[in-house]
């Protein structure tokens, strides 16, 4: 019986790593600002083509920060077909989430999507580059400016994304990214933000620890823990020379995907732009009768995933109704992201599209 999970984690060179790990425990620097945070944080500036970055625990606590860091105040408009880490981070960070709907296509929220839920006490929008596809970044950027709105991208799908060659992070005001290992790059647990304002950097890294402003003066803002520490900091800086290798591979079975599905009558593949340098987070399909293939994989030791189902605007603590994003429920009951991952065999590709042949 196979066990085909939705992603299949990187795991470090072990050489490399057990030798970063007994530089810490002869150093005894486990966190704060030691010096593979440093050198991580450096790395992923890099990679991402950013003038400003900070990493964290993980990216929801990041994604709390980046909401604090502006200061936003009301309400602020965000997708309901995200994971709920999104949402939730607006409300630990005070704020009023208010869902608009998504494009059938995009499967993203839309400069007009969001335009239509504005009202005076909206301060800001958060959309979410879903499977790493990119929103409209450029409308966004001219709504937000015409209308004095921040804006925050989770770009937790989208590590190393670029659109016409721009990283993503260079869009909106501030960009969060999950290294959690279900994603592209992952540190165990953690999470980035990146940002063109190097203003932001102080209030940034101050509300990471604890608002503390210096020792003498004690805090000065209502900041939290969200330092990411020195192990999962080496583990970074092992795992960030392998990526460029499980791009490429995802991208091969991605196209192995495409070949065998793409003719099944009843599918629908989301399409991503070819002017997008891809992260390839799941492979993400649409059909009409998902819940079947959901249960026919699953006995097959097939465990794909219903990325995002329930809506976050079903959720009892969000205020909010399905009935009023009618394309977001329309792809949330028909969603089903597969496995995808480097090493992933084609047998198992063609063992899972089997499946979805015959049932769909
Ligand atoms: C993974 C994920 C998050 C949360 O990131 P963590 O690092 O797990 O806290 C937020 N938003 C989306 C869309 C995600 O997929």
Known sequence: MRNIRIVRPLVPDEEKF????????????????????????ERIKEYLGAANGAAFCNGTVALMVALRGLELSGK????PFTFPATVNALQWAGLEPVFCDVDTETMNITPETVAKALTPDVSGILPVHVFGNPCDVVGFGALAEERGLKVIYDAAHAFGVEINGEPIGNF?????????????????EGG???????VLDGPIKQL??????????????????????EIQAALGLCLID??????????????????FLQDVRGVKILHIPQNVRRSWQYFPICLPNRNYIFEELKKNGVFARKYFYPLCNEFKHFKGSVENTPNAK????????????GDLGIRDVEFICDIIARGA
């Open 242 to 259: 392998q990526v460029e290798k499980e791009r490429y591979g995802r991208m091969i079975i991605s196209a192995m995907y495409v070949n």
């Open 192 to 198: 980035f933000l990146t940002y063109k304002d190097s």
């Open 330 to 341: 329309d792809i949330s009951n028909t969603i089903l992201c597969l496995p995808l991952y």
């Open 208 to 229: 990471r620890n604890f608002g503390i402003e210096s020792d003498e003066v004690g805090t000065t803002m209502n900041g939290l823990n969200g330092k990411m520490n």
């Open 18 to 41: 057990f030798g970063y790990l007994r530089e810490i425990f002869d150093s005894r620097v486990f966190s704060n600002n030691g010096p593979f945070l440093l050198r991580l944080e």
């Open 76 to 79: 602020v408009i965000v997708t």
């Open 172 to 188: 909106g005001d501030i960009t969060m990214f999950s290294f959690h290992p279900t994603k592209l790059f992952h540190t165990g």
